[in-house]
C-alpha cells in the first residue's frame, strides 16, 4: 500500500486541480472552435413536386459499379411507373417491382443527378421513405468531375438489411484524414468506423461514420415516417445531421434553417483535417438504387440474406420496398451580406 504524507498531498493537491482544470479549459476551447457560427441562409433551390424530374438527368448507362442493374431514361422511367409525383407533390422513383427476370438478367432502376452543379452549401433533405432489403444499394450522394477527385460525399448509403445509415466522404489523395480524431472533443455523434478518406486501389472505403439510429435507414426510417438529412458544406469542413419525422427543428420547417442551433453533427470532416476547397468542389446531386454489385453483392450472405444475390433479382416481388420517396430537396447558401 503507497502511503502519501498529509502535508504531500496538500502540495499536490492543487498541482491536480490545476492540471485537471488546464485539461478540461484545452478540451473546451478545440470545441468551441468545431462549434457551427450562426450565419442566415437564404434559398438557392428546391427541388420539389411536378418539377422534380426537369432538373435532374436519368444515368441511362452501364452501373459503374457493377450492380445487375439496367438505369433506364427519363421517358422510360416514367413510362413505366418507375418514376412519377404524387398528389402530395412527393416525388417517387426506384426499382421495377412487376416483371420477373431470368437468373443473371439485370433489373431496371433509376438513377438520377442534378442539373446543377454545387461547391458548398446547406443541403436539406426530406424523405419519406427509401429501399430497403436484400440486393439492394440505395445511396444519396455527391460527386464531382473526374472522379475521385474532386471527391464525393455519401449522406445515405447501405446495402442488403442494413440498421442504420453511414455517412462517409471519399478524396483522391492522403490529404484528407480523421486519423487522432477522438470522440472525447465530442465533435460528433455517430461512430467511426474508417479513418482514411482516400480512395485508390483495393481500398474504398473512405473516411466513414456509422449512425447508432436504427430510424436514419431502411426499414427503420419507412416505419417512423422518414426523416430529413442535412450536410453542411463549407471552408469549415463537413457537416452531416438526421432528424427523424418527430424531432425536425422548427427551423427548418420554417424554411429559414439556422445549423449553431441543432447541436452535435452525427458526422464531421473538419477544416483542420482536410483542406474542403481542394478536394471537394463543383459536385451534382446523386440518388440511385443500385443491385447486387461491388457491395451488396460481396456482402449479401454476410448479412444474413438467403440464397444469392443473383437469384435474390429474378424475383419482383423482393422489390416492392425498393422506391424513394422524396418530400423535397433543398439548397441554401449563406446570405450574401455575411
Known sequence: MLFISSSLL?????????????????????AKRYQTPHKNYVLDVKYQGADFFTEWDFFHWDDPTNGQVNYVNLEDATNRGLAYVQHDNSTVFGVDSTNDLPLNAKRDSVRISSK????????????NAMPHGCG???????????????????????????????????????GCSLQEVTTDLKTFTANLIHERCASKEGDNSGCAFKDSDEASYGKGLNEAGGGVFVHLWDQRGIKFWFFNRNSIPHDIVAGNPDPSSWGLPKAHLASTRCDVAKYFYEHVLVINTSLCGSYAGNVYQDQGCPGTCAERIMSAGNFVDAKWNVNHISVYQPAQSQ
Open 10 to 30: 496538500v502540495s499536490v493537491l492543487p498541482l491536480l486541480s490545476y492540471a485537471k482544470s488546464n485539461r478540461s479549459r484545452s478540451h473546451t476551447s478545440i
Open 116 to 127: 446543377r452543379r454545387f461547391s458548398g452549401g446547406l443541403f436539406i433533405a426530406d424523405f
Open 136 to 174: 439492394t444499394w440505395p445511396a444519396y450522394w455527391s460527386t464531382g468531375p473526374e472522379w475521385p477527385k474532386a471527391g464525393e460525399i455519401d449522406v445515405i448509403e447501405g446495402v442488403n438489411q442494413q440498421i442504420a445509415n453511414q455517412y462517409t466522404m471519399h478524396t483522391v489523395d492522403e
